[in-house]
């Protein structure tokens, strides 16, 4: 099932093992699939499309971030109101994306920054 999710792959490591489907929870409650080395845990692609995987593996994708009970604070204007992480590096443009650094930003924020950039 990993063979046909290899287009999501963005990046490796070095360990050379396996991958399997781990899920983040964003704030905002969006679920994102992605995959991740077995060994060392990096999640090392971008988010798969949720119709890529069948309900019973989206079920039992282990939850290795949950960002809707974070109440920390917005580095843009201090709001507790679910803050995300932004990644400064996209992951659709930087094969390297994981070793960029990032920012906890509120929804509204968040939003305001990619709007501005488009």
């Known amino acids: 099932m990993i063979d046909n999710l290899k287009m999501y792959l963005t990046g490796t490591c070095d360990c050379a093992a396996d991958f399997n489907i781990k899920l983040i929870i964003?704030?905002?409650?969006?679920?994102?699939?992605h995959l991740?080395?077995?060994?060392?845990?990096?999640?090392c692609g971008k988010p798969i499309a949720h119709h890529k995987l069948n309900k019973t593996v989206r079920e039992e994708a282990e939850v290795v971030r949950n960002y809707t009970d974070a109440?920390?604070?917005?580095?843009?204007?201090?709001?507790?109101?679910?803050?995300?992480?932004?990644?400064w590096a996209p992951v659709s443009?930087?094969?390297?994306?994981w070793l960029w650094p990032t920012s906890k930003l509120c929804r509204a924020c968040h939003a305001f920054w990619h709007r501005k950039m488009r």
């Open 26 to 33: 964003q704030a905002n409650g969006i679920k994102r699939y």
């Open 36 to 43: 991740c080395c077995s060994l060392c845990k990096r999640i």
């Open 71 to 87: 109440r920390e604070k917005c580095v843009r204007c201090g709001s507790v109101d679910g803050v995300e992480i932004h990644h």
């Open 93 to 97: 443009r930087f094969d390297d994306w």
